[in-house]
């Protein structure tokens, strides 16, 4: 069975303009997180979803960034407008959540190392 | 607020050697804890633990969860240069609509030399 996929796997832009991250999470899982990690504050959940349904998003920085998942398939994270402190590694993971057919262990994707000069 | 505290935040020893890295936490409803190996890539499942005192074991690797004293253990025996590695610890918190939402620690990061 294919993993968590996300893409690009390395993203360099310039400050100011559009990022769209994107995560295609493991067939019949049905919870889907948005994770960024940095040297400095380590793995930061930033959204997740249940079942396509946005559950919590605090994690989000600020207005600069959303999250949509428009069916149960596919995720996209995206920043407008860029800074370079949102130069990090993103992580999409998703699970079968807790509870008669789920377990809850998240299966994390690749990542997404975006850099923003 | 939820907490996972990882100890040490880093480690170095030589093959062969056994190694013993610590997670405790305080979480209002715990579900379950999972540790996780961080190559230079993406997080991998390692174990999941929900009763005290039962052992999980994958080959080298042994991990064992102590609910009354809130905190696990995860054993690496005869440590390879492959091991080198951060280990995550994670807390499912079961309150609310949680959903598997995990708390993650800081991670120790395993450096393992020939």
């Known amino acids: 069975d294919a993993g968590v996929i996300q893409s690009p796997r390395h993203e360099v832009t310039e400050m100011g303009q559009e990022v769209t991250l994107r995560c295609k999470p493991i067939s019949g899982h049905n919870s889907l997180f948005w994770y960024r990690q940095t040297m400095m504050r380590g793995l930061e959940l930033l959204i997740y979803f249940n079942n396509n349904v946005p559950i919590d998003d605090s994690g989000m920085p600020e207005d600069r960034f959303s999250a949509k998942m428009p069916n149960a398939s596919f995720s996209t994270l995206k920043i407008q407008p860029s800074e370079p402190r949102d130069s990090a590694v993103y992580f999409c993971a998703s699970s079968r959540a807790p509870g008669l057919a789920g377990d809850g262990v998240q299966f994390f994707g690749p990542g997404t190392r975006l850099t923003v000069l | ?114």
């Open chain 2, 1 to 114: 607020e939820d907490k996972v505290v990882q100890s040490p935040l880093s480690l170095v020893v030589h093959e062969g050697d056994t190694v013993t890295l610590n997670c405790s936490y305080e979480v209002t409803n715990f579900r379950s804890l999972l540790w996780y190996k961080q190559e230079k890539k993406a997080p991998t499942f390692l174990f999941m633990l929900t009763s005290s005192g039962i052992e999980k074991k994958s080959g080298r690797l042994s991990s064992i969860l102590d609910k009354k004293e809130l905190f696990s253990i995860l054993n690496i025996t005869a440590t390879q240069t492959g091991d080198s590695a951060v280990y995550l610890c994670a807390v499912d918190n079961a309150g609310g609509t949680s959903y598997g939402k995990l708390t993650f620690g800081q991670g120790t990061i395993l450096t393992v030399h020939p």
